[in-house]
């Protein structure tokens, strides 16, 4: 009844996806492809023996010696690998498919996911660039060089949405928001796509919610905000053609994913719609003995199927039982065929089956070192967060004086970031030191120490020497990095602080009263609390890549003025974590009274909140206006403002729109991001940015996971940050 009274508006599909999750530029293949597909996996099914349709689920990792493999491949018992690099293993492993009996070819994947010879920004930078075309460029490029060898499937994109930077693998995903992730999901799919490989969307679903932020752990969230906040990134990796899915490690709500038959065929086949391959994740089946949903192989092979599991990646299950279970009655061969079906099919519209001798799919031609570096170089950037600048620290100028460059990163030709797949030889990565000196050394002095035994501040080297630098210059720029080994994957961390004896070296050059500078390399946000009151400027770097470091000096240098923004909410503690200007609303907003949310030591604020980040020029936003007071479920209306630049450079702004609405059936979140858009300015110009906003945008999930658009107003903020204050509202009616 009371639903009734409200009008609660029930949406057609379940497909809409934000303003910036445009449809793959791929169209789906025609109808007459499909059915021409369909009736070739059909007479390619009849004539398989079980054996060879297992083979097709089976999905191992490259071991040596590989001799073994080869002969499984020619007997059709392998049909797809991972982690096959090198080119002639790769061709050996494609001619044993063409000389198997049904010459199905293989699918090759491996984990391509910023990197295959150029390395680019860590993926969290490319969130911060606020630009999903530059990510769809990044995504093409590291395709393109990976294809060329014969791979044609990545592990990747990762769209995890999380709000909890103690777990590591927010280094591969876009950060806490389900608007910008979705932006950045598709866009990574139609880029990787473009570049000639098919994608593998991961981790289907709630990876990035484990509880106490640690790896694997299983994750509790309730069907609304599954819908609201986790789910939305696929959709838009859907829309944008994703051939497959990851299915993740972790419980959701208490059952595994893998055996999660809920999610991976009601929600993820049925209700998205997604009709390619579901892959389990490494050594997944045979896990959900850990999990304790299975006693056996057997029953855990059984299980991942009958999910919805159509590859069991590194398991080995399906290979060893299967056959088993399909004779013992307890798996049916609709359920195998099924499973064959769409890995086929998938081949099929990847043009694998056209492969000539000599591996001729149609992949994009190969690409230059230098084209994929300018491209590296483009995505870093902009990826860059200024995120303090009193007194207009940065840029260094002549006027800067003597500047003094410290810590070890700043001389170290590795960019040290995180895993990536892929060729041992990278090319090579120019030094900060060096890039820095190429621009500011004619006019300045730039004086160096080291100060670390290594880039990752584990251990002093010279610490007095470093002090000595200090107190010899006018700006200290001190780069300091997390350590590389405790990001990615299996890095939980209890503690966001700045590594090793880095602090301590932060303490010691503030002692000498010199401006510091603060670079930070990272891979997910760190508590800086300290940091930032001991500093005057203060840069988020990411792990920057091949180009990252020559980026970075030119941005320091004030080249390129820096124009990254927070892709998720920087904490003043770990004890803060998970933090989100998304948060819901309480019935004690926080004041400065005991009794209301918060803490009794800290703050409620975060240190840095999301979506912020500094130019080297200023913004202002007026005229805001809403083209409509009001308008229907299904209608449209459009925000403008005009953005100025107010300050002395040129530079570029990401303007943020941002709804909350203000009275619903369920509390809904104090602001939501529901439009960016990055603009150039120069010094004095102005520009008009057009927002437009649909009301099924506006929807939210009910207890049943069902989208609902609830009649009511709607606040609208605008600016360069979720603490934007520009702000207005309007109306959704019912009629
Ligand atoms: C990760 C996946 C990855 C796979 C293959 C797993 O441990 O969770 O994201 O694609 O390994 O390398």
Known sequence: MRLLRIFLFLLPSFASLPAHSTPSPTPPPARAVEADIEAKVSALIARMTLAEKIGQLNFPSLAFPYESQLEAVKQGRIGNMLNVVNPGHLRSFEAAARGSRLKIPLLFAIDAVHAFRVTFPVPIAWAATWRPDLAELAAEMVARETAQDGI?????????????????????GAGEDPFLASAFAAAR???????????????????????????????????????????????????????????????????????????????????????????????????????????????????ALHAGIDLDMAGEAYRRHLGTEVAAGRVSMDEIDAAVRRVLTVKYRMGLFEDTPGGARKIPSAVTDARVRAAARAVARESFVLVKNSGATLPITPQSGTVALIGAAATSTSDHSWYGPARLEKPKTETLEQALRRRIGATQTLLFAAGFADACGRAFKDKAEAIATARAADLVV??????????????????????GVQEKMLDALAETGKPIALVVETGRPLALTSAHEKVAALMIAWHPGT?????LAEVLAGEIAPSGKLPMTFPRSVGQVPISYSDLPTSRPATADRYTTGYVDEKPTPLYPFGHGLSYTTFSYSGLEISAPRMTRDGT????????????????????????????????????????????????????VRFTLKASELAYHDDAGRPVVEPGRFRVFVGSSSTAELTDSFEIVAD
């Open 189 to 303: 799919v139609r880029g990787y796509r473009k570049g000639g490989l098919a994608t593998a969307a991961k981790h289907f679903v709630g990876y990035g919610a484990p509880e106490g932020g640690r790896d694997y752990n299983g994750a509790q969230i309730s069907i609304a905000e599954l819908f609201d906040r986790y789910i939305p990134p696929f959709e838009a990796a859907i829309g944008a053609g994703t051939e497959t899915v990851m299915a993740s490690f972790n419980t959701v709500n208490g059952v595994p994913v893998t055996a999660n038959r809920w999610l991976l065929t009601d929600v993820l086949r049925e209700r998205l719609g997604f009709g390619g391959i579901v892959m389990s994740d490494f050594f997944a089946v045979p896990e959900l003995m850990n999990h304790g949903v299975a006693a056996d192989l057997g029953q855990a092979s059984r299980k």
């Open 152 to 172: 044609n499937l990545t592990f990747a994109p990762m769209i995890d949405v999380s709000r909890d930077p103690r777990w590591g693998r927010v280094i591969e």
């Open 478 to 499: 001190l780069i300091l990095s997390e350590d590389c080994v405790v990001s990615g994957e299996g890095a939980s961390r209890t503690d966001l602080g700045l590594s």
């Open 547 to 551: 180009e990252g470091r020559t980026a």
């Open 637 to 688: 209306i459009e925000v403008r403002v005009e953005v100025e630049n107010t300050g002395p450079r040129a530079g570029q702004e990401v303007a943020q729109l941002y709804t909350r609405q203000l009275v619903a059936e369920r509390s809904r979140p104090l602001r939501e991001l529901k439009g960016f858009q990055k603009i150039a300015l120069a010094p004095g110009q102005r520009k008009t």
